[in-house]
Every structure is written in structure tokens, then in C-alpha cells.
């Protein structure tokens, strides 16, 4: 069971900034109304702009680029609140994550740490056998800990393979 177990824990593990950027996606909009709102706004404070002529409307003008300065201060203000909340999010999320795998991880490791995963023939692991029982498994089984440590390494290598990373 601990064959599956471990190797499950580490992809998650290794995923789970994916995980996280999904989850944080799926709660916060991209844009919320009053963003959308301000942008229409500021569009149409554009088009006024665009169509005046400086020269001969200055008064007219001014007003209007004042008007369109205030909005597009406006909709700094409201993206930066967002891009905080998101932030904050997006650390709860990731430290709930790193706690959930972090707790697991610990709770195989002091349960099963020293338990054999994988039981062969001692001569089919016999250069390494000793390293691979280690700590406290007989020869030719294969321990927790380094399962740990031999799972870890290659669902590493295959996500950083998947995702080009």
C-alpha cells in the first residue's frame, strides 16, 4: 500500500502550485463588475477625448481629460486591491496545501519509516541492498524512507518532463 501511498503524496506535492493556481482562479473573477464598469467608462472618456479638438475645446478638454484621469486612477486602486486579495488568497491556498501533503508526508515517515515497502531477493538488490533497507529494514527490502526518497526524485523529474518546468 505504501508503494502507492508515497508516490501519491509526492505528486501532489509536486503539482501543487497547479493545483493552487487553479483553485485561485476558480474563486477570484478576473474582472468584477465595477473593474468592467470603469472600463466601459473610460473607453467612452477616450472616444469624447479623441473626437475634441485641443486647440479650439480646451476648457471642454480638460474637463473631460480630468474626468478620465480620475477614473483610470479609480481603476488602479480597485486592481490593486484585487491583486492584494489575490495574493492573500493565493497564500492561504498554497499554505493549506504544503500543510495537508507536509502532515501526510510526516505522518508516513513516523508510522512507516522504518517499515519495508517492497520485499525482493537480497541478491537482486545486491550492491545497494544495505542503503536501500536503510534505516532498519532487513537486506533486500526496500524502506519507506528511501522509497520516499526514490519516488520523490522521479515523479519530479516525469511533472518537470510533462510540464516543460
Known amino acids: 500500500m ?9 505528486f501532489l506535492s509536486s503539482i501543487s502550485p497547479s493545483i493552487v493556481t487553479s483553485i485561485v482562479k476558480l474563486l ?3 474582472e468584477t463588475p465595477a473593474q ?3 472600463r466601459a467608462q473610460i473607453r467612452e472618456q477616450r472616444a469624447q477625448l479623441h473626437s475634441m479638438n485641443m486647440v479650439d475645446e480646451f476648457a471642454s478638454y480638460a474637463r473631460v481629460e480630468r474626468k478620465l484621469n480620475k477614473l483610470q486612477a479609480e481603476l488602479n486602486a480597485i486592481a490593486s486591491q484585487n491583486r492584494t486579495n489575490e495574493l492573500k488568497l493565493r497564500l492561504m491556498v498554497t499554505s493549506i496545501s504544503y500543510c495537508i501533503t507536509g502532515v501526510s508526508m510526516l505522518y508516513v515517515m513516523l508510522f512507516y519509516g522504518s517499515a519495508p515497502v517492497l520485499r525482493l531477493p537480497a541478491a537482486a538488490l545486491f550492491p ?3 542503503l536501500l533497507a536503510m534505516p ?3 537486506s533486500g527490502c526496500v524502506s519507506a524512507t528511501t522509497w520516499v526518497l526514490i519516488s520523490g526524485s522521479v515523479v519530479r523529474r516525469a511533472v518537470s518532463a510533462v510540464t516543460g518546468r
Open 2 to 10: 505504501l508503494v502507492i501511498i508515497i508516490p501519491l503524496i509526492v
Open 28 to 30: 477570484r473573477p478576473s
Open 36 to 38: 468592467a464598469s470603469l
Open 128 to 130: 545497494l541492498g544495505y
Open 136 to 138: 532498519g529494514c532487513p
